[in-house]
């Protein structure tokens, strides 16, 4: 409660800015938009000539017309009789965007700038182009730059998503503090975007209701966290004010190397391939004995006493050729290698029972022992 009264006390100072009445903007940009086409652009810099600020002339003597120039330190748009554009809001030859060029003829970038030609301050990003619709942060303040590009400036404004409300300074600056008012004189709550907080809001202590339409204070009750159950990773915290209540327990590491509370294991091994890994047992000569498709692989991790850690390896899957025929009963062989980063650190050979084709098998297993603890990854080989 101390805190809900500590923010109406801030309020009041702001308060006689947003009492102003709702100003009305109907400013156009003096500006139609271009079928999007593509314009030179010159740099003085490397292309030499002549620049004597009202004209451009390329070495060979030709003077620049619609084109945009750049003289090393500013960028202009040189018109259809070669002259600089200025002060004009006006869309990039692009057909999408809006730039501006100041009065002395300066594409305006990164910043803040008023606009005569339509009577309101704009803002420019760093490819020259008019914000529309966007809040944006400079240092610790934020400003709203409406759907006309207008910086608004003058007390209750509505977003242009048509459903949030704000509140704006003379400076441009929107009130982003907390609890205060709205210009009929009702509480409200402004966001640190400056969006005025509407349906239940809270501070961890009360639940705030504020109007589902234009966010004026209704009602508040007392706030009840919440609690999701800590986890391995994850402390618990209220899902509705975000409060963290505990740390994340962390995991409890077994001698298999996973966690007894979430099953994750503290070292891995990965395969180099996705499933079904085919596998042939080949003669000397070449010649393929027999396939098979791996269907299934899994993995045990255990711990020895002295730290190091072995490796167990589970095989499923099918007989799927033989050369014999397909009636032929007769075990497939193939090579499986454990890698650590780049190095192998050990293989073994994997023998099927006796299949005929179609036949499967499970559970086949490999060993490794005694290794560091790490990542791994398995490879299958021909045998
Ligand atoms: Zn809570
Ligand atoms: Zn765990």
């Not at 003096?30 to 004597?52: E, I, L």
């Not at 945009?68 to 006006?90: A, E």
């Not at 301050?121 to 809040?135: A, H, M, P, R, V």
Request: proline content about 3%; overall charge negative; glycine content about 10%.
């Amino acid at each position: 409660m101390k805190k809900y009264v500590r923010g109406l006390l801030v309020a009041l100072v702001v308060m006689s800015m947003c009492l102003t009445a709702k100003t009305t903007v109907n400013a156009e940009e003096d500006v139609k938009a271009a079928s999007g086409r593509t314009v030179p652009y010159y740099d003085y810099t490397k292309s030499g000539g002549v620049w004597n600020g009202i004209n451009y002339y390329l070495p060979n003597g030709i003077k620049v017309t619609d084109a945009f120039f750049f003289d090393g330190s500013y960028t202009y748009y040189l018109q259809s009789d070669g002259s600089p554009m200025k002060d004009r809001l006006t869309y990039h030859p692009d057909g999408n965007h809006i730039i501006y060029f100041d009065s002395n003829g300066h594409e305006v970038f990164n910043r803040f700038q008023y606009c005569p030609s339509v009577g309101y301050t704009c803002y420019f990003d760093s490819n020259g182009y008019l914000y529309k619709d966007k809040i944006t942060f400079v240092g610790n303040e934020v400003y709203y730059l409406n759907a006309n590009g207008k910086m608004e400036d003058a007390g209750w404004f509505q977003f242009a998503n048509g459903v949030d409300y704000g509140c704006a300074n003379w400076d441009g600056t929107l009130n982003t503090g907390g609890f205060s008012y709205d210009p009929w004189g009702r509480v409200v709550f402004y966001h640190w975007n400056g969006m005025v907080a509407r349906g239940l809001i809270t501070d961890g202590t009360y639940n705030y209701n504020m109007d589902a339409t234009d966010g004026h204070y209704l009602g508040q009750f007392q706030h009840v966290h919440n609690l999701t159950a800590a986890t391995c990773t994850e402390g618990s915290m209220c899902l509705d004010c975000g409060l963290n209540v505990s740390e994340a327990l962390g995991h409890n590491w077994n001698n298999n190397f996973y966690c007894e509370r979430c099953g994750e294991y503290e070292y891995k091994v990965y395969f180099d391939d996705g499933y079904p890994f085919e596998v042939n047992y080949v003669s000397y000569s070449g010649r393929i004995y027999s396939t098979v498709e791996i269907t299934n692989i899994e993995y045990q991790l255990s711990r020895n006493y002295d730290g190091t850690m072995n490796v167990k390896l589970y095989f499923d899957g099918i007989k799927t050729y033989d050369y014999k025929g397909s009636n032929n009963s007769a075990s497939s062989y193939f090579n499986c290698k454990l890698y650590k980063g780049d190095t192998v650190v050990a293989s073994t050979m994997i023998g099927t029972p006796l299949l005929m084709e179609g036949e499967y098998f499970e559970d086949e297993s490999a060993y490794f022992w005694s290794l560091p603890p790490g990542d791994y990854t398995i490879k299958l080989l021909d045998r």
